[in-house]
Structure formats: structure tokens, C-alpha cells
């Protein structure tokens, strides 16, 4: 089945220093990925889409500054959290779905972000 | 707009029991909805969907929900629990099968009784 590697699982970081996680689809093309954001105990907040070849549609009260997304290839996005903070420390999803459109969305392992 | 609702956020079932989580939905549109199981510090995967096909739908491990357009609800059912099941449960609606737009319900966090 489609698989979609997140890496880093777990990172730790200073405050003030930035993060990148990557996104990757691994047997299929991703002409868009997700980023959401998960709180301990909460839902799945929906950060921002990233379209290959074209800037990201973030949703609203996300800003775009902080979290820089970057969908380079049709198989890697890229989310960096610029001067992070403790306040940013959270689980981070990404998600992809294929070329056609018709599928469901495939998840990776998330992410596992604290800022110190 | 679409949105669902999960009532309770933590569900304890005793091994053996019947595993029964509520999602009740609400959408502008015919909806697409979908469960989906969440392990500790891992994503999300999918345990089964409704595309406007049977009602009854049948996903992995043992598990099935009913589309009930009368109630607007989604529920998730398995007949008996089993230790593996503990986990956390996401049901979640879109306007249609391939939008990844989904609206997430807030979770059942569900606990198994030995």
C-alpha cells in the first residue's frame, strides 16, 4: 500500500533555532500534502496545503512566516519551524494524497517536536 | 461546511465487550466520512470509509460502521474488544472522496479493560 515517511519522528531543539521535518511519498507521486498540527489529548488541526510547484494555502491564524513549507518534488514537502519556540512544541502530521485524487489521504508517522 | 462530533472522550471497554464509538456528522453536501485509528506517537491510519456505496461498511480488524443519513451518524462498532484495540479513534467528514480537506472529530481515546 501507499506509504509516507515523516522524518524526523522525534526532535528536540533550543529555543530561537529552526526545524526541518520532511515528508515523503514513497510509491506513489504526491501532487499535495498536508501539514497538521496535534495538541496532546486533541484533534488534528489543519495547518496548511502544500501543492508541488506552487506556494502553500495556510489556513487561517497559521502563520505562514513561522512555518515554511516547501513541496520541491512530487514525492518531498518540507515543513521548517523558524525561531521556535516552547509554544511550538507539538506532534506534526503529514499527510499526501496521490495524482488522481482518489484516495484517501495517507499519513506519516508524525513528528515529535519540543523546543527546550 | 462539514464537521463531526464525538461525544466522550475516553471509552473503557472490558476485553470481550462490544467496542461502540459515536460520530454523528453534519455536512452541506452528500458526505464522505471515514474512521481512522491513531497508536501512541504515530499517525493516522485508516480503519474504514463511507463513499455513498453500502451503509454498512466493513473495515480492518474486525471493525464496521453504519451510514445512517436519518441520524447523520457514523458509529463504530466491533464486537469484541481486544487488548490490541486500545487506541485513540478520529472519525472525520469531506465533501468528497478525494478531498483532503477533512474535518476531524476531537477523538475517543479508547482504554481495554483486561
Known amino acids: 500500500g501507499a506509504v509516507v515517511s515523516q522524518h524526523p519522528s522525534r526532535v528536540i531543539c533550543k529555543s530561537g533555532t529552526s526545524v526541518k521535518i520532511e515528508c515523503r511519498s514513497l510509491d506513489f507521486q504526491a501532487t499535495t500534502m498536508f501539514w497538521y498540527r496535534q495538541f496532546p489529548k486533541q484533534s488534528l488541526m489543519l495547518m496548511a496545503t502544500?501543492?508541488?510547484?506552487?506556494?502553500?494555502?495556510?489556513e487561517q491564524g497559521v502563520e505562514k512566516d513561522k512555518f515554511l513549507i516547501n513541496h520541491a518534488s512530487l514525492t518531498l514537502s518540507t515543513l521548517t519551524v523558524t525561531s521556535a519556540h516552547p509554544e511550538d512544541s507539538s506532534f506534526y502530521i503529514c499527510?499526501?494524497?496521490?495524482?488522481?485524487?482518489?484516495?484517501?489521504?495517507?499519513f506519516g508517522n508524525g513528528t515529535r517536536l519540543t523546543v527546550t | 461546511a462539514q464537521s463531526v462530533t464525538q461525544l466522550g472522550s475516553h471509552v473503557s471497554v472490558s476485553e470481550g465487550a462490544l467496542v461502540l464509538l459515536r460520530c454523528n456528522y453534519s455536512s452541506s453536501v452528500p458526505p464522505y466520512l471515514f474512521w481512522y485509528v491513531q497508536y501512541p506517537n504515530q499517525g493516522l491510519q485508516l480503519l474504514l470509509k463511507y463513499t455513498s456505496a453500502a451503509t454498512l461498511v466493513k473495515g480492518i480488524n474486525g471493525f464496521e460502521a453504519e451510514f445512517k443519513k436519518s441520524e447523520t451518524s457514523f458509529h463504530l462498532t466491533k464486537p469484541s474488544a481486544h487488548m490490541s484495540d486500545a487506541a485513540e479513534y478520529f472519525c472525520a467528514v469531506s465533501a468528497n472522496y478525494g478531498n483532503n480537506r477533512l474535518a476531524f472529530g476531537k477523538g475517543n481515546q479508547v482504554v481495554v479493560i483486561p
Open positions: 499527510s499526501a494524497i496521490d495524482r488522481t485524487g482518489n484516495s484517501p489521504l495517507h
Open positions: 502544500s501543492n508541488e510547484g506552487s506556494k502553500a494555502t495556510y
